[in-house]
């Protein structure tokens, strides 16, 4: 399989009054085509800022990051946002669907940004809200969604583009146990069915019987689950 996202020796640092908070040290990571990663750490362990400088949300600082063959380290802004467009969905933990729009709306969102005509971007959402049961829910606005049901199009919001990964932060934290199983049971289900990469950090140690590997974020660095 190609590795989909490549993390070269990346160590990352913020200012803060006066001193220096090294936040990521060392990291090397590689990732496949189709994998699922689940990584695991305290909360304020640095995952979150793991998967945005993954991402190209943040600079790596010293290091490399690759993207489907791109060295965002090495890259502009505006190719950065390409890559990004292109290569990477993002799931958060509080869902950030955008409150005016319907789930079907929301979910077409990315094909539309991309160029794609409404009716078009709005029938591939609909056949893949349909696909994941949310057929009779596509209509509704975010706040008739039950919690679980919202993440559930966040998720599919983050893979109707076809993307090579999918980066997940806290993905099941706000949801009670079996809303966070239909999420997890989603995401392998769209793995396998789309062959996308998912890099999932939690600090639900559950979430490791979805992932092919687990590793660990502590004191800044990857350390391999046995």
């Not at 990571?29 to 943040?58: D, I, M, P, Q």
């Not at 008739?144 to 999918?166: D, H, M």
Request: aromatic share 4%; proline share 2%.
């Amino acid at each position: 399989m190609n590795d989909v996202v490549v993390a070269k020796h990346v160590t990352k640092a913020f200012e803060d009054g006066g001193r220096t908070l090294v936040v990521l040290q060392d990291i090397n990571l590689t990732v496949a085509a189709g994998e699922r990663l689940c990584v695991f750490g305290r909360s304020g362990s640095g995952k979150s800022t793991l998967l945005h400088v993954l991402g190209g949300l943040l600079d790596a600082g010293e290091g490399e990051v690759w993207v489907n063959g791109t060295n965002l380290s090495a890259c502009s802004e505006q190719a950065r946002a390409k890559v990004r467009n292109e290569a990477l969905g993002f799931v958060y933990q509080f869902h950030h669907l955008l409150p005016e729009f319907s789930a079907v709306e929301n979910v077409a969102m990315p094909l539309l940004i991309s160029g794609v005509k409404t009716q078009a971007a709005q029938e591939a959402a609909a056949t893949l809200l349909a696909r994941i049961e949310l057929a009779d829910r596509m209509g509704h606005l975010p706040k008739q969604l039950s919690g679980g049901e919202r993440l559930r199009v966040a998720v599919a919001r983050a893979v109707i583009g076809n993307p090579k990964v999918v980066l997940a932060d806290e993905p099941t934290g706000s949801l009670d146990a079996e809303s966070a199983k239909r999420v997890m049971d989603l995401i392998r289900w769209m793995s396998e069915t789309f062959k996308t990469a998912f890099i999932i950090v939690s600090h639900d140690e559950s979430s490791g019987a979805y992932a092919h590997r687990t590793v660990r974020l502590v004191d800044g660095q990857l350390i391999q689950n046995d």
